[in-house]
């Protein structure tokens, strides 16, 4: 089973949508998560960590379901710039990826 | 305030043949992780520095592939000889202690 499991997507969306995908860990015990966001042919950037009570950082909400080991990211008033393959990351120290979902954002 | 620098930024070489892979961490950076992500599958951890020391090399896919960070300082990563199964692209972070990790631009090797 692989650590970190994500919906691969595409998700194809018009600006202005909502799009919300999420992924599942393994590692019961882990403790700390990301959603990283990269786009082609570039590093991975780290665009908001996730935490246990859920949060938001603009557009952007992030939750963690620990009883389910569930992720979730969602995207509110889509923008084009948003267009990238959003990764999911455990930090057991060292990250462990996810494949990562791409989004495209159309006009 | 220079960003984790990778070089060179594609490699391409025949099997066979040896690579070595550099990576700049950001100034400060005690924590150097190698991370490698291979076609159509996710980055995966190869291992972990801290200063000089390797804290952890479990991701490391065989005796073929050695890395160092003298001087804790920058970091190579070396691969000899190169497999086909070796291309995709090398990622470097680095790190304060207990920070975020920031990743560099990455090298793309290719392996003919």
């Known amino acids: 089973r692989k650590e970190v499991e994500q919906d691969p997507g595409p998700f194809n969306v018009p600006e202005g949508a909502t799009v919300a995908f999420n992924c599942t860990y393994s590692?019961?015990?882990?403790?700390?998560f990301f959603w990283y966001r990269q786009d082609c042919r570039k590093e991975p950037k780290l665009l908001m960590s996730?935490?246990?009570s859920g949060n938001e950082d603009g557009r952007f909400t992030a939750q963690l379901n620990r009883a389910s080991q569930y992720i979730s990211l969602l995207i509110r008033d889509s923008k084009l710039s948003d267009s990238a393959t959003y990764l999911c990351v455990v930090n057991d120290y060292k990250l462990s990826f996810g494949a990562g979902t791409t989004v495209t954002v159309r006009a | 305030e220079a960003g984790v620098t990778q070089f060179p930024s594609h490699s391409v070489i025949e099997k066979g043949q040896t690579v070595t892979l550099r990576c700049d961490p950001i100034?400060?950076?005690?924590?150097l992780y190698w991370y490698r992500r291979v076609m159509g599958k996710e980055i995966k951890f190869l291992l972990h520095f801290v200063k000089e020391s390797k804290q952890d090399e479990s991701g490391m896919p065989n005796n073929r592939f050695l890395a160092e960070r003298t001087g804790g300082t920058y970091s190579t990563l070396k691969v000899q000889p190169a497999e086909l199964e070796d291309s995709g692209v090398y990622f470097c972070?680095?790190?304060?202690?207990?920070?975020?990790?920031?990743f560099g631009p990455g090298t793309r090797l290719t392996v003919l």
């Open positions: 972070a680095s790190s304060p202690q207990g920070g975020e990790q920031f």
């Open positions: 590692n019961s015990a882990s403790q700390s």
């Open positions: 996730v935490y246990s």
């Open positions: 100034s400060g950076h005690d924590n």
